[in-house]
């Protein structure tokens, strides 16, 4: 949708509407800030709307919090469409405040000045009786300020609050998704300070509670846009990232938290995810007791839970992370001697092709790509692929016949 004929996208009585707030001046104030643009717009109440614009003026994404949720945009949202196509926002490159009429608003104190005016105990009571009012507040503090050792717990508490803040029944509707995540990103966002305060288990626990929490919301919302599947990544990522630096006086506790993480129900049909967090600990398997674990996990597949294609899919997920921790504690003859033993996976089976390629064994190479396109008849992809390496092959070594 684009802001130069954003009307055929939207209902006729919502873009009735939405223009009357537009001409009746009810859109108080509209700035650029962090790569989108944030209006105040009034009415019965008042709202927030954030739009993110492309150079060319597509509408990439869009939010307003008031509680609408009988179609895509509202009325105080195309209010702020047109505004934009106004005020030719796409092309603008300042990022200073705009003001919505022609002369410029005087200047007014700043939050920062009138509330470093306050007391300590009117900001105290300012602070409650807006935690009062909108929960999450009160979540977030808590969170961060809690001299607790153990902030699960409080994180926790946060993400709900936030999610429930926009939660119809039980349901958070796609418009709402980014904000019902937004106490899961503050949590995230903690995660890299705790690491480089070394605090590598508390990290450790908050990415987990982000991934659990995110992932029964999941089951509970229409992430369309992706938001909460992002979280979950990143919640992924930052373990990774522990691991990737934990010292070895935590790693075996860690081990045990993740994989132990890794194989909750809750990822039961989520193989990537799953997969990715067993990818993580791979390092952490210098130790024998945590190798051998690993293992044990990785040659358990229960093919009574799941259907032939998905029993393949964690089959090859499974062996790739087993190649992995061989190449990285056994080294790469033992690697290459696990492909070899598995060359029924075509993941195995093209790195031997580009292994006998690299050490110009040509004709096994050929062998290989003709031998794959045997086994993966039903596989039309595989077996296009599997002919090119053939052909650059042949014309390698000159035979094209």
């Given amino acids: 949708m684009n802001l130069k004929n954003f009307e055929t996208h939207i209902e006729s009585k919502i873009l009735s509407r939405g223009r009357a707030y537009f001409e009746h001046g009810y859109i108080s104030s509209l700035e650029y800030s962090d790569d989108e643009w944030v209006a105040d717009v009034s009415g019965s109440d008042d709202y927030t709307v954030t739009v993110k614009l492309s150079n060319n003026g597509d509408v990439v994404e869009t939010y307003c919090d008031c509680p609408y949720d009988l179609g895509a945009y509202c009325k105080h949202q195309v209010a702020v469409f047109f505004e934009l196509r ?27 000045d009138i509330l470093t005016k306050l007391d300590k105990k009117a900001l105290i009571s300012l602070i409650i009786q807006y935690s009062k009012e909108y929960k999450p507040i009160a979540s977030e503090i808590k969170f961060r300020y809690s001299e607790k050792a153990d902030k699960s717990s409080d994180a926790r508490k946060l993400i709900r609050s936030t999610i429930n803040a926009v939660s119809d029944r039980g349901f958070v509707e796609y418009r709402n998704v980014r904000h019902a995540i937004s106490g899961a990103n503050e949590v995230l966002s903690m995660i890299d300070d705790m690491q480089n305060s070394n605090e590598y288990i508390s990290a450790v626990s908050l990415a987990i509670v982000v991934a659990e929490e995110m ?29 990737d630096d934990v010292p070895e006086e935590h790693s075996d506790k860690i081990f045990t938290t993740v994989v132990n993480h890794a194989f909750n129900k809750m990822y039961d049909g989520w193989t990537d995810w799953r997969t990715d967090l067993l990818s993580a600990l791979v390092p952490l ?17 229960d093919s009574s839970k799941s259907s032939k294609w998905s029993r393949d899919y964690d089959l090859r997920s499974m062996q790739l992370i087993q190649h992995d921790i061989i190449t990285r504690f056994d080294g790469e003859a033992a690697a290459q001697d696990y492909v070899n033993q598995n060359l029924d996976s075509i993941d195995f089976r093209y790195m031997a092709i580009e292994h006998a390629i690299k050490n110009k064994q040509y004709d096994k190479a050929a062998t290989l790509c003709i031998e794959g396109e045997k086994l993966n008849q039903s596989y039309p992809g595989i077996v296009s692929r599997l ?3 053939l052909f650059g092959i042949h014309e390698s070594t000159g035979n094209l016949h």
């Fill in 86 to 112: 106004k005020n030719n926002a796409h092309s603008a490159t300042e990022t200073k405040a705009r003001n919505t009429n022609d002369k410029k608003a005087p200047k007014g104190e700043s939050l920062e």
């Fill in 215 to 243: 992932m029964d919301l999941m089951n509970n919302c229409d992430d369309s846009n992706g938001y909460v599947g992002g979280a979950i990544a990143e919640a992924i990522e930052k373990i990774q990232a522990v691991i």
């Fill in 285 to 301: 398997c210098g130790s024998k007791k945590n190798r051998e674990q690993l293992e044990s996990y990785l040659n358990d597949t």
């Fill in 387 to 389: 002919r090119e390496i």
